[in-house]
């Protein structure tokens, strides 16, 4: 075999040639520095860090207690608004059908009286017309007793040549009136 030539420089005597932690001789400064910074570090979070972050979550739950608190006493008073906003409503509603119910009764009250009185005027108009074409019939009537007087003394001057006599006439007139 060839030989194998090392290119790391050989250890320095009274060394193992590793790293120093792994030292066993230098382990007893290492700790006392570990112990040392480990105490000072616990002490500062102990007494800076920790104090302040309780104080922050402290202060974070009061605020979120009182935002809590806050929104249920609006909660409560929408509450208590929308009900007495519900209880106009109601009561704007039952005056408005109340309201209505009058107004509705009233417009019949005025319709009954106005259709009342068109009655009245049409039923005496209607009787004044009744009444006149009972005066027509009578007027009309009169002249056809004439007119029929006049016409059977014309038949019967015509057919018998002589001039009926007026009470015979009459008499013949009434008897076909009656019958």
Do not use: C
Not at 61 to 72: F, L, N, Y
Not at 73 to 84: C, G, I, V
Not at 96 to 110: H, P, V, Y
């Amino acid at each position: 075999m060839v030989g194998t030539a090392s290119t790391t420089p050989p250890p320095p005597a009274g060394g193992s040639g590793g790293l120093p932690q792994f030292d066993i001789s230098n382990w007893p400064g290492q700790i006392v520095w570990i112990l040392l910074i480990f105490a000072v570090l616990y002490a500062f979070m102990a007494w800076v860090i920790l104090p302040r972050i309780s104080g922050a979550i402290d202060d974070r739950e009061e605020k979120i207690s009182g935002d809590v608190g806050e929104a249920r006493r609006l909660r409560d008073k929408a509450q208590a608004e929308a009900e007495a906003a519900a209880l106009e409503v109601a009561q704007a509603r039952a005056q408005g059908l109340r309201l209505a119910a009058q107004a509705q009764t009233e417009a019949k009250a005025r319709a009954a009286a106005r259709q009342a009185e068109e009655e009245a005027r049409l039923n005496a108009l209607v009787s004044a017309a009744e009444s006149r074409i009972a005066e027509a019939r009578a007027s009309a009537m009169g002249h056809v007793t004439s007119i029929a007087q006049d016409a059977a003394a014309a038949m019967v001057e015509r057919l018998t040549g002589v001039a009926a006599n007026q009470g015979e006439l009459d008499r013949a007139l009434a008897s076909s009136e009656a019958a």
